[in-house]
Nanobody
Framework: QVQLVESGGGLVQPGGSLRLSCTAS????????IGWFRQAPGKEREGVSC????????YYADSVKGRFTISRDNSKITVYLQMNSLKPEDTAVYYC??????????????????????????WGQGTQVTVSS
């Protein structure tokens, strides 16, 4: 069965760094995307970043662009999210998820590429990231 497992969360001070990892198994798709979402208490789950399997295209939400970096190790079907310059507002449960689609779509209304949570079929259990002094 498809399984995604996240790790790497923890408590870090503002300005610090963490690296999250997501290892996926149990599927035979050649074309897929793995994305990172996060959800803070009382807030909607939001897309953070994603990466595609084929062309290695990446996406970042505006709130994390320049601070977070997503990367992939295809040999292990593992995706990493390097998070630098962390802010208290980054505090959330971070989830990785698998999509059989590109992982993003173009929003004509906003003029941006966005992540559609409904395009992601399989989810990990999440890992807590807390940024606090």
């Amino acid at each position: 069965q498809v399984q995604l497992v996240e790790s790497g969360g923890g408590l870090v001070q503002p300005g610090g760094s963490l690296r999250l990892s997501c290892t996926a198994s149990g599927f035979t798709l050649e074309n897929y995307s793995i994305g990172w979402f996060r959800q803070a208490p009382g807030k909607e789950r939001e897309g953070v970043s994603c990466i595609s399997s084929g062309d290695d295209n990446t996406y970042y939400a505006d709130s994390v662009k320049g601070r977070f970096t997503i990367s992939r190790d295809n040999s292990k079907i593992t995706v990493y999210l390097q998070m630098n310059s962390l802010k208290p507002e980054d505090t959330a449960v971070y989830y990785c998820a698998l999509s059989q689609f590109p992982g993003t779509y173009y929003s004509v209304g906003s003029g941006k590429y966005l992540m559609n949570i409904e395009d992601y079929d399989y989810w990990g259990q999440g890992t807590q990231v807390t940024v606090s002094s």
